[in-house]
């Protein structure tokens, strides 16, 4: 990620309704896990400017990851603690050493995203779970993409990649998808007026109204996705388990 990215993403990660209502439905499937999942440390891999961070202590002490030193530093203005710079495909970190790894709009970064997948089950304790989410379909691929992605998931591939990995999958689904009408609006934005995507407008600015609308929809998908999986969204969410 440039570094220009991050002061705009420390300034957003809060409040901007992607961020915000992302990790609200992260804290919510964190939430439904089954109560045998093993205590112990959270391994949060690309942590950014750490606003996930902060939302994952609750279910444990968290060690915030990434290979960043421009998203640490704001980490630490957070006031977090245990931060690690580090590639996310080579963890310094021993095996079976935490109970919960998550690895969430990561893995499309990387060429090898395997290697990712076997470094997550690597450090996870016998039973411990990864909360996996990544961009999906290739239909959804816009200029964001273009800047900064190696790919976009099917349910099918990254099925295979997590099993390739030695993980065993609980949950697979996609979400982001009520917001989903509203998607031709990137694509518009694209064509018509064609604006060259760069660290400084990968967050389209949003009026406060539309805003707190966006974040509203977009996080109810928690109570959707505690009935059950969704049949399609622009990203997909995975729990996978060590045996």
Not at 8 to 34: D, K
Not at 68 to 75: H, K
Not at 149 to 164: I, M, N
Request: hydrophobic fraction near 45%.
């Amino acid at each position: 990620m440039h570094p220009d990215f991050y002061a705009q993403w420390y300034h957003h990660e809060t409040w901007y309704w992607w961020y915000s209502a992302r990790a609200t439905i992260l804290e919510s499937v964190l939430e439904g896990l089954p109560a045998a999942r093993p205590a112990g440390r959270v391994l949060n891999i690309a942590c950014g400017t750490g606003h996930t961070s902060e939302r994952f202590r609750r279910f444990g002490p968290v060690v915030s990851l990434d290979y960043a030193p421009e998203a640490l530093r704001f980490c630490a203005q957070r006031g977090l603690r245990d931060l690690v710079a580090a590639d996310a495909a080579r963890l310094p970190l021993c095996g079976s050493s935490v109970a919960l790894v998550t690895a969430c709009d990561i893995l499309e970064h990387l060429r090898d995203d395997v290697r990712l997948l076997q470094e997550c089950r690597r450090v996870l304790v016998p039973g411990g779970r990864a909360l996996i989410t990544v961009p999906a379909l290739d239909l959804f691929w816009t200029g964001n993409d273009d800047l900064q992605h190696q790919r976009r998931y099917s349910r099918t591939e990254l099925a295979r990649k997590l099993r390739r990995a030695g993980l065993e999958i609980e949950r697979l689904t996609y979400f982001n998808t009520l917001l989903l009408p509203l998607f031709p609006l990137q694509w518009m934005r694209e064509w018509f007026f064609n604006p060259r995507i760069t660290p400084e407008n990968m967050i389209p600015p949003t009026p406060p109204l539309a805003n707190g609308v966006f974040r509203a929809i977009f996080a109810a998908e928690r109570h959707l996705l505690a009935r059950g999986d969704l049949p399609i969204g622009v990203s997909l969410l995975a729990v996978a388990r060590r045996g």
